[in-house]
T-cell receptor, first 116, second 115 residues
Framework: GDSVTQMEGPVTLSEEAFLTINCTYTATGYPSLFWYVQYPGEGLQLLLKATKADDKGSNKGFEATYRKETTSFHLEKGSVQVSDSAVYFCALSDITNSGGYQKVTFGTGTKLQVIP | DAGVIQSPRHEVTEMGQEVTLRCKPISGHNSLFWYRQTMMRGLELLIYFNNNVPIDDSGMPEDRFSAKMPNASFSTLKIQPSEPRDSAVYFC?????????????FGPGTRLTVL
């Protein structure tokens, strides 16, 4: 079945450091890929997405490129801020065999802590 | 525009009691999801509705859990009887169109504690 693997956290960085959170996936079809972010005490919210190979999703200084050859969708940001402290979830959506709907599979999440 | 609304935000109950969690999706969205989040198991999809019809309930843990969507603006998740291992944060999410293709909008969650 489909799966998403994320690097384990927590990741602790100083403000203005470069961020990479690794994400790899396994899927039977041609999935869409997402990064969601969860701030403390809140629900998840979409950060960025990519729907086909070589697409780059970007938002709020974050970027991720859909790499089909390496089945990866790593999240990057050039200069993190304290306000970026949150849990980041990589996810994919793919057609399942039952009912033909695109089920979303989430990774386990990576906690990012940015210190001043 | 209001986002996904969940109630209550916090629920503390004793083992064996019935618990009902409520969700109002974003107006116009026709897909609704219930998730459970724990430290041990992460984020798990419990059930997915499309146009008020349950499409995938394979994630519902056992018969103690049930979910309904009587209309497009309301859904409930019921646990009866509740057990301590049900303690978790339960999220409701909604989206436009078929699941997976579009962004899911999450509610703030209900933190359930079963003593």
């Amino acid at each position: 079945g489909d799966s998403v693997t994320q690097m384990e956290g927590p990741v602790t960085l100083s403000e203005e450091a470069f961020l990479t959170i690794n994400c790899t996936y396994t899927a039977t079809g041609y999935p869409s890929l997402f990064w969601y972010v969860q701030y403390p005490g809140e629900g998840l919210q979409l950060l960025l997405k990519a729907t086909k190979a070589d697409d780059k999703g970007s938002n709020k200084g974050f970027e991720a490129t859909y790499r089909k050859e390496t089945t990866s969708f790593h999240l990057e940001k050039g200069s993190v801020q304290v306000s970026d402290s949150a849990v980041y979830f990589c996810a994919l959506s793919d057609i399942t065999n039952s009912g033909g709907y695109q089920k979303v599979t989430f990774g386990t999440g990576t906690k990012l802590q940015v210190i001043p | 525009d209001a986002g996904v609304i969940q109630s209550p935000r916090h629920e503390v109950t004793e083992m064996g009691q019935e618990v009902t969690l409520r969700c109002k999706p974003i107006s116009g969205h026709n897909s609704l999801f219930w998730y459970r989040q724990t430290m041990m198991r992460g984020l798990e999809l419990l059930i997915y509705f499309n146009n008020n019809v349950p499409i995938d309930d394979s994630g519902m843990p056992e018969d103690r859990f049930s979910a309904k969507m009587p209309n497009a603006s309301f859904s409930t998740l019921k646990i009866q009887p509740s057990e301590p291992r049900d303690s978790a944060v339960y999220f409701c999410a909604s989206s436009l169109g078929l699941a997976g293709a579009n962004e899911q909008f999450f509610g703030p969650g209900t933190r359930l504690t079963v003593l």
